[in-house]
């Protein structure tokens, strides 16, 4: 018998039923440990996180589930941006390296029905409920409460060999254990509800429009739109004290969002959500692992958070199946990774830099060192784009080359979202 499986652990309880949970549990299942899911159903009307990217694609058909999402989802060919009146850029997927050409316009609640039915279908105890956890004194050790023991009816006859954290931004574990964490410096706040319709240059895309102050997104699903802001906090007591106020003032007031949504009708209440960018300090302890957004999570400028949080159960699916606190270092070193270069790219949206480029790329398309050069940076930004980037060191490095030298004379604080 080697050292792995020695160490193999046999039970896991995981906490939390979103993408994150849903994914680890299939994988593990899979690996051959016995599984049991804790989710507590949300309480909000909708739930935030509705456009996929196309690297996802391959992990939807290896979850087995891409055939039932299709059923209910938009098809997404592709990404808009809208900078300024009369500045837009259309991204469309190719085909690059295996990656598909298109990505899906998901409705949340039925996409995470889905994940958790697969669970279940492949043999994982999924209990409707929340789960509760005590620190064990004098170790970095954690257990689940007796009650939440007790309600598994016996399918586990004492404490899970390990116990995995996916409650998003709930963050059960780490405030149980006081774990710290570094926060981005954006201090912003996302107001998003769903519109009967707003105005989209492209059937399926998804759409980010710089707005005078901050940014927003229109993502298109079956009968309606996600229509979303992330706009700086201080900026936002002007329209009203409610999140209602405060988005309907926003979508009339805003020169660049009335254009694009200015007659759209309002369908469901307003969500809140504050917090743009978070990476825990530790993602695993003796007997506990972190997943998902409790792990960490950048801004979600790039539609890249589903994309994170479920690649990153395929890598701690990886590591427990290994059992070795090496491959568990492995898992956070990884995810770190990912995290970090999302950062870094969303960063680039942030001062100007990344569209600042494009149009450089634009104005200059008649020179030959532009008609030789940027099909391939465009072929490049379209893996970023696709959410492949953080797995592509050429296309990354090729973005930092662009960013540092090919804005010519252009002045990237044009295009700065404030
Ligand atoms: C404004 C905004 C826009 C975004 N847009 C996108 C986008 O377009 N595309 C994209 O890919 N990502 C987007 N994201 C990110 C995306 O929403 C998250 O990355 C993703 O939902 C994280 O999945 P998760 O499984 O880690 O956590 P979650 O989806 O948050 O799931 C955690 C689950 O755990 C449950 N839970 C909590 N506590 C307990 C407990 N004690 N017991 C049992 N269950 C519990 C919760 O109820 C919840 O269902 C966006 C995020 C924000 C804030």
Same mark, same amino acid.
């Given at each position: 018998?080697?050292?792995?499986?020695?160490?193999?652990?046999?039970?896991?309880?995981?906490?939390?039923?979103?993408?994150?949970?849903?994914? +680890?549990?299939?994988?593990?299942?899979? @690996?051959?440990?016995?599984?049991?899911?804790?989710?507590?159903?949300?309480?909000?009307? /909708?739930?935030?996180?509705?456009?996929?990217?196309?690297?996802?694609?391959?992990?939807?058909?290896?979850?087995?589930?891409?055939?039932?999402?299709?059923?209910?989802?938009?098809?997404?060919?592709?990404?808009?941006?809208?900078?300024?009146?009369?500045?837009?850029?259309?991204? $469309?997927?190719?085909?690059?390296?295996?990656?598909?050409?298109?990505?899906?316009?998901?409705?949340?609640?039925?996409?995470?029905?889905?994940?958790?039915?697969?669970?279940?279908?492949?043999?994982?105890?999924? $209990?409707?409920?929340? @789960?509760?956890?005590?620190?064990?004194?004098?170790?970095?050790?954690?257990?689940?409460?007796?009650?939440?023991?007790?309600?598994?009816?016996?399918? $586990?006859?004492?404490?899970? &060999?390990?116990?995995?954290?996916?409650?998003?931004?709930?963050?059960?574990?780490?405030?149980?254990?006081?774990?710290?964490?570094?926060? %981005?410096?954006?201090?912003?706040?996302? /107001?998003? *509800?769903?519109?009967?319709?707003?105005?989209?240059?492209?059937? %399926?895309?998804?759409?980010?429009?710089?707005? &005078?102050?901050?940014?927003?997104?229109?993502?298109?699903?079956?009968?309606?739109?996600?229509? %979303?802001?992330?706009?700086?906090?201080?900026?936002?007591?002007?329209?009203?004290?409610?999140?209602?106020?405060?988005? &309907?003032?926003?979508?009339?007031?805003?020169?660049?969002?009335?254009?694009? *949504?200015?007659?759209?009708?309002?369908?469901?209440?307003?969500?809140?959500?504050?917090?743009?960018? /978070?990476?825990?300090?530790?993602?695993?302890?003796?007997?506990?692992?972190?997943?998902?957004?409790? *792990?960490? $999570?950048? &801004?979600?400028?790039?539609?890249?958070?589903?994309?994170?949080?479920?690649?990153?159960?395929?890598?701690? *699916?990886?590591?427990?199946?290994?059992?070795?606190?090496?491959?568990?270092?492995?898992?956070?070193?990884?995810?770190?990774?990912? +995290?970090?270069?999302?950062?870094?790219?969303?960063?680039?949206?942030?001062? %100007?830099? /990344?569209?600042?480029?494009?149009?450089?790329?634009?104005?200059?398309?008649?020179?030959?060192?532009?008609?030789?050069?940027?099909?391939?940076?465009?072929?490049?930004?379209?893996?970023?784009?696709?959410?492949?980037?953080?797995?592509?060191?050429?296309?990354?490095?090729?973005?930092?080359?662009?960013?540092?030298?090919? +804005?010519?004379?252009?002045?990237?604080?044009?295009?700065?979202?404030?």
């Amino acid at each position: 018998m080697t050292r792995h499986s020695l160490n193999r652990p046999q039970t896991v309880a995981i906490i939390g039923g979103g993408p994150a949970a849903g994914t +680890l549990a299939i994988l593990l299942i899979r @690996a051959g440990f016995r599984v049991a899911l804790w989710h507590k159903p949300k309480a909000a009307t /909708l739930i935030v996180g509705e456009s996929l990217v196309p690297a996802l694609i391959p992990i939807l058909r290896q979850l087995g589930i891409e055939d039932e999402v299709r059923k209910y989802s938009v098809l997404k060919p592709g990404a808009t941006f809208n900078l300024a009146p009369d500045l837009s850029f259309s991204f $469309f997927f190719e085909a690059l390296h295996g990656l598909p050409r298109y990505a899906y316009n998901v409705p949340r609640e039925k996409f995470d029905a889905t994940l958790l039915a697969a669970a279940r279908k492949a043999g994982a105890a999924v $209990f409707e409920s929340p @789960a509760q956890l005590t620190a064990e004194a004098h170790t970095d050790r954690v257990a689940l409460t007796p009650e939440t023991l007790a309600a598994t009816n016996g399918y $586990f006859s004492g404490q899970p &060999d390990w116990i995995v954290d996916a409650t998003g931004r709930f963050r059960l574990l780490p405030n149980l254990l006081g774990l710290s964490s570094q926060e %981005g410096k954006r201090k912003d706040t996302a /107001l998003f *509800a769903h519109v009967d319709h707003a105005h989209l240059d492209h059937e %399926g895309h998804v759409h980010t429009t710089r707005m &005078d102050r901050g940014w927003s997104w229109r993502i298109p699903l079956p009968g309606r739109v996600s229509l %979303g802001m992330v706009v700086p906090s201080e900026h936002l007591p002007q329209w009203g004290a409610t999140p209602e106020d405060q988005y &309907d003032g926003l979508c009339q007031h805003d020169s660049q969002l009335r254009r694009v *949504a200015g007659h759209s009708r309002r369908l469901t209440p307003v969500m809140k959500y504050t917090s743009y960018q /978070l990476v825990s300090e530790r993602m695993f302890g003796a007997n506990w692992a972190l997943v998902g957004d409790t *792990a960490g $999570f950048v &801004d979600p400028v790039f539609s890249s958070g589903l994309f994170l949080g479920m690649n990153g159960a395929f890598l701690l *699916a990886r590591a427990l199946a290994k059992g070795s606190p090496e491959a568990l270092q492995q898992y956070e070193r990884e995810s770190r990774h990912h +995290l970090q270069t999302w950062q870094n790219i969303v960063e680039y949206w942030y001062n %100007g830099r /990344l569209f600042t480029c494009f149009k450089v790329g634009q104005k200059r398309r008649d020179t030959l060192l532009v008609k030789l050069i940027f099909p391939h940076m465009n072929k490049h930004m379209g893996r970023v784009f696709a959410g492949a980037a953080s797995h592509s060191a050429y296309s990354i490095g090729l973005l930092r080359f662009a960013m540092k030298y090919g +804005l010519e004379d252009e002045n990237p604080e044009d295009l700065k979202v404030r």
